[in-house]
Every structure is written in C-alpha cells, then in structure tokens.
C-alpha cells in the first residue's frame, strides 16, 4: 500500500485491527448463531403447538356441546313450496304438509295518473295489526311522499310509482304486515289521498294455510316457528301435491367436522415426521406442499430428531387412532353392531385399498379416507360413529373414552395453559435473553478492545513518525556541519 501522510496508515493499522477484532469477536459471532438457531427453535415448537391445537380441537369438537351428531336439518320434497329449519333441540320426525296458500299483505294500486301531480301536505296515518304509523307530509310531488313514506315507513308501509302508461303514473302503497288480520287502513289524509286517487285493493291480505295430515294449520306469516318444536317452516308458495318433510341428522355436518378431523390430524403427522426424522423422503411423500412449503419443511428436517417427548408423541396418536373402542349401551354393557376401530367407518392408513407390499408412508401414520364407505356409515349408523370418537362410560355426562377423546387427552399436555410447549418457548426465551446480555456486555468490551488497539497503533505511528522527524533533524544538522567546514 502507498503511504501518504496524514491520509493512510504507514502499517496498515486498519487492517491490522480489523484482523485482531476478527479474533476477538468470535466468541460473541458464537453466540449470535446460537441465538439465531434458539429463535428458529422456538419458532418450530411455536408452530408445532398451533398444529397439536388445530388438531385437538377439531378432535374435540367431535364430542363437545357443539358437535355436529347434535345438528338436524329439515329435508323438503318440494322446497320451492315448503323449507326450513332445525336446532339441536328439535326431534328427528316426519311429517307431511300441503301448502293451500301463502301469506299476503294488502296492495293497493291508484289509477293513472298525471306524473305531475302534487301530493297535499298533512298528517297520513296507516295502520297494520298492531303497528300504527302517524306521518307529518311537508307537501310536493308523488315522488317527493314515496321517499317520505319508504324512509319513515318503518316496517308498516312502502310505496313506488309503476308507470303504466306514456305520461300516466299510478302510486302503488303496499303493507308490510301479512296475515288476514292485519288489513292496511289509511287515516287522515292518506284516506283522502286514496278516496281522491280511487285506490283498488289488488292484493288482498291473507294467511299462510297448511294442511298438516288433515290438520288445519293458518298463521299470520309465511314463517312458521310454533308447530314443531325447534324447528322453522317457510311458507314459499302453494303446493300441487303434499311436500314432505324429514327433520334429521344433519349428515353433511357430521362428515365435514370428521374430513376436517383427519385433515389436521394428517397435518400434525407430517410435522412431526418432519422434526423427528433426518429423511428427505419425508418430505418428498407430501406432495400436496407447495414450493415455498417443501423449503420451509426442509429447513427444519430433523429438527427434534432427539427430543423423546415428541417421538412418545407421535406413537401416541397413532396408537389412538388404531386402537380397538368398546361402546356401551345405556345399561353399560357392550353395543351389538357398532363400531370398534375407525378402520370400520372408512378411516385407516390404508383407507384407499392400495396393493400390498412394502409402502413407507403407511409406516408414517397418515391417515385415509374411503368416502365411499364413510357415507355409508353416517347414513345408517351416526350413532354408533359418535360413540366410536367419543363416549360417557361412567353416566356422568362426560366423555372417557373414544378415538377423538384419546387424541384430545394425549395432544392436552401439550398445549394446556403451561404445558409441554410453553415450557420449550419459556425456556427458550431466557437462554436468548441471557444470551443476549452476554453479547451486550461482549458488544462494548469489543467497543472498547477495538478503541484500545486504535489508540495504541496512532501511539505507534505518532512515535515513529517523531523518530522520522529527529532523525531528518540529525541528517540535516550534519550535513550543515559538512558544508560549513568547507
């Protein structure tokens, strides 16, 4: 390097303190990667704990208050006519119905009229059962009394202009309120405004009329909440022909909340193959990942290849999900025809009816899905599907055993309110903050160390460069000497 005074070092000083730092700052670069690599740690038991919840509570909810074998759905032969539907409290039941008529309201059309016309300003009063409405007009046109009614009609009355005819317009006033006892009458100057417009009633308000097998059944609405217990009926139009009516396990329910169960079981498994495993094949067999999965996937292969907890883990949910299950009657003696293993009900490792042979991805837990015989099961037999995830052996209430309650008490240690993953991230987090004050107090000793060798090194320069100078003083002096004694 060329020396130039007072811009570059004479020694390379820099370098050569950057070269010492180096060395000095090992020991703290030790601990930022260990701090980096806890952080990815925490970071897969983070993750990890997410997939035991998705897992545990899908599991769950195959036996908790809100399970679907607990839902009813309505069935309607003809729905365009009749529809409805059921809570958990209704009863599964069938009745048959013939809609006769539908509910209506009053409409009441005016003849034509000039587009024009004005409309006087006072009090218009309409009434429909038990709701009255008393309106203040300011005046104006037709148009201007339409908006004034449709924005202080609340619920009681609507109006709209039809033209019917080049330059004509007709003002049509229709009531909110179906049923026969719940006729529109007009007070005030709405009555004078419909005596003067010759307002026609072209709908006339009526009630829904049912015939429930030779039951006479009318109601004010089209919607029917007090005939059958838990269950609403919607009047839609008049059937030619009885419509029946199937209240039931909703069975669509049951089959969505058991797809979603192994999903996120499937889901788990994998994470777990994948931290407890150095094995690329791992991942290769999931190939459902997209990209950006598979990378991230490979970036924590084997992660918790060591940690026992975790290979007890995954052998438990697998033994949970194969084991036999003994469901009981209401005498607490074993169920005849019903369910024992989930293999029964179209869900195994092998669900698919693969060929036999060698096949590593079974060996890994996922399970399968055969839908067409898990229709089969929920359609003849929800009950004995319920008592095969989850059931009450002991009559207080509370489920004991089952493949969904199995899975939910083996994930439970594991995500509880400090459980199994909070100790790992707590534990964690302390390594990485003590970690951390280590580097702080490493980050200013550096400070320090580097201030020091800078400081040292410019003592160096400043003193050779004072030798330079008396050493030039002492060159110059003896060469004056010489050329005064010539």
């Known amino acids: 390097d060329i020396f130039v005074p007072g811009v570059s070092s004479r020694f390379g000083t820099d370098d050569m303190v950057k070269a010492l730092m180096d060395v000095e700052r090992l020991p703290r670069n030790r601990l930022a990667d260990q701090v980096k690599s806890m952080e990815t740690q925490r970071t897969n038991w983070q993750e990890l704990g997410r997939r035991i919840s998705s897992m545990r509570d899908s599991a769950r909810s195959l036996f908790s208050f809100q399970n679907p074998f607990n839902e009813r759905t309505v069935n309607s032969s003809n729905s365009s006519a009749l529809s409805g539907t059921a809570n958990r409290g209704s009863m599964d039941q069938e009745q048959s119905f013939t809609v006769t008529q539908i509910a209506k309201a009053d409409r009441y059309l005016s003849a034509p009229l000039d587009t024009n016309m004005q409309a006087p300003a006072g009090n218009y009063g309409f009434t429909a059962g038990d709701k009255t409405l008393s309106l203040n007009f ?247 599907i319920r008592a095969l995830f989850a059931q009450d052996t002991t009559g207080d209430l509370v489920a004991d055993t089952g493949a969904a309650y199995n899975l939910d008490r083996v994930a439970r240690p594991f995500v509880e309110t400090g459980g199994i993953i909070a100790l790992k991230t707590n534990g964690i987090d302390s390594r990485i903050q003590s970690d951390n004050r280590r580097m702080a107090t490493l980050d200013s000793q550096l400070a320090d160390k580097e201030a020091q060798l800078r400081s040292q090194y410019a003592g160096m320069e400043s003193a050779y460069a004072e030798m330079e100078r008396m050493t030039q003083s002492l060159d110059n002096f003896s060469t004056q000497n010489s050329n005064n004694r010539r």
């Not at 869900?347 to 839908?371: C, K, M, P, Q, V």
Request: glycine share 8%.
């Open 138 to 384: 300011q005046g104006g046109s037709l148009q201007d009394l339409v908006k004034y009614l449709n924005t202080e009609g609340k619920g009681t009355v609507k109006a709209s202009i039809i033209n019917v005819q080049k330059g004509k317009s007709s003002l049509l006033v229709e009531s909110l309120v179906t049923g026969l006892e719940n006729r529109l009458q007009v007070t005030g100057n709405a009555a004078t405004l419909a005596q003067n417009l010759k307002f026609e009633n072209i709908t006339a308000a009526q009630d829904s009329v049912l015939d429930m097998d030779g039951i006479k059944i009318s109601r004010p609405g089209n919607t029917i909440d007090d005939l059958l217990p838990g269950v609403n009926l919607t009047v839609h139009a008049v059937s030619p022909s009885p419509v029946e009516i199937r209240i039931g396990t909703n069975n669509e329910a049951i089959k969505e909340s058991i797809i979603g169960f192994v999903g996120n079981y499937n889901r788990l498994m994998a994470d777990l193959n994948v931290l407890t495993r150095s094995d690329p094949n791992v991942i290769a067999e999931l190939t459902y990942l997209t990209e950006d999965e598979q990378k991230a996937m490979t970036e924590k292969l084997g992660a918790f290849a060591t940690d026992s907890a975790l290979l007890q883990f995954r052998s438990a949910l697998q033994q949970a999900v194969s084991a036999v299950y003994q469901p009981l009657d209401s005498a607490g003696k074993p169920m005849q025809d019903t369910y024992t293993m989930l293999s029964q009900i179209g869900i195994s490792t092998n669900a698919s009816g693969r060929g036999g042979g060698y096949d590593a991805s079974r060996l890994r837990g996922y399970l399968e899905i055969n839908e067409q015989e898990l229709d089969a099961a929920i359609a003849t037999n929800t009950e004995g």
